[in-house]
């Protein structure tokens, strides 16, 4: 550290710890620090719980999402071949591929009628995600050699009114894909399948339990009226893999065919981004707010250069210039602020952990309504750092008004 800025930083650590002549000045000083220490830990705790909901996300949908999964490139569908099964099953770290088919159908039961989303599976998306976990009344039962079975999302079954054991089977239709419509009977328009309803899933997500039912591969391919269609291979690695390489590597392979590899934050991006902005627009916010509370700053140092008038006129006669007593005041206010900052990261790290091991804020009163039964936190390096350099550079602009205002013409 050179000799002139240790002198520096020493005197203005002086004027700031030493006694003033006014105690108005202490108070506002002491009120500026702990502002920005309040706004600090505020923001910390901010940010760690939107990286709780973000987490909590990627779990929730962990159930239902592969590790994996692999789409066309254009259009929502592609043809499922052999050939195209055993090259995925060949790549390193693959341990299951299930096909899946997708599509948008009209349900209807009585006088009920419900759009809704069918995924068809095969007999090893039991193996590739953790359905059987989510099952909350019910089987898991696609088909027998009587019946088609669907297995329903908990809110889309009360909004169908259907439920394991009823007798009435429902009805899905879905659009012809091939031949031409009769406008004198467009029920002509659609194909019509019955399923039964085996069992009722729970993921307590609203794209998932209002709107998704599975039923097997070869019926959704009969609804749709292709035997070799599909909408996706959904992968299970070998534990202990890495996915991000072998992403890349099965990524490599595919491209060529139209395929693209996807991992679970790619499924569900349009969540994520949707918690990554309300983060980053509440960040924003909370930094607007500490930019008002600065003003203490610039109020407490424009004080403290009256209050040490005469101590500044001795620096002069001393040898000090103007830029030097500038920069006194400036590393005043850069502690005032540093202080604040300091204490707001020990006190909101200290928070987010508490809450993020013991749940001190819980959600709603304890009953079955939420996810989770606290908020949910997660502390990161990364939020500590931008939180600590944001709270610094708007502390460090807010020196910036009083020290300008100091001239040294004026003060001799």
Known sequence: MPKR?????????RYLLAKKSHNAINAIT???????????????????VYNGFEKLVGQLSSQLDPELKIVAIEGKYFNDTP????????????????????ETVLIVNGGRQIPAQMKGVDSLYEKVTQVDSILWNGDYL??????????LGIGLSQLVSC?????????????RREGKIDLTRPEEAFVEHQFFCSGQFAVRQADYDDALCLVSLKAARTLLQDSTLASAYELKMRAGCNIDAALDRIGDKLRDHGLQVLNRHEQQADNYRIVQIEKW???LLVLFILLIASFN?????????????QEINSLVALGADESMVRRIFALEGCLI???????GIVLGAALCLLQEHFGLIGLGDGSDIFVVDSYPVSLLWSDLIWSAIAVLAIGLTATIIPTLRISIKTQS
């Not at 620090?33 to 705790?45: D, K, Q, S």
């Not at 602020?337 to 204490?343: F, H, L």
């Open 297 to 309: 700053i610039v109020g407490a140092l424009s004080m403290l250069i009256i209050d040490k008038e």
């Open 5 to 13: 800025f240790r002198l520096e930083l020493t005197i203005a650590a």
């Open 163 to 175: 439920r394991p054991g009823f007798l009435r089977p429902m009805t899905f239709y879905c659009p």
């Open 337 to 343: 602020s540093g202080t604040g900052a300091a204490v």
């Open 281 to 283: 627009v509440t960040f």
């Open 142 to 151: 696609l088909c027998d050699p009587v019946a088609d079975y669907a297995i």
């Open 83 to 102: 050939q195209l099964r055993q090259l995925i099953a060949g790549c390193d770290d693959v341990e299951y591929v299930s096909t899946t088919l997708q």
């Open 30 to 48: 002491i009120v500026a620090a702990c502002g920005v220490a309040i706004i600090t830990a505020a923001l910390i705790c901010v940010l760690s």
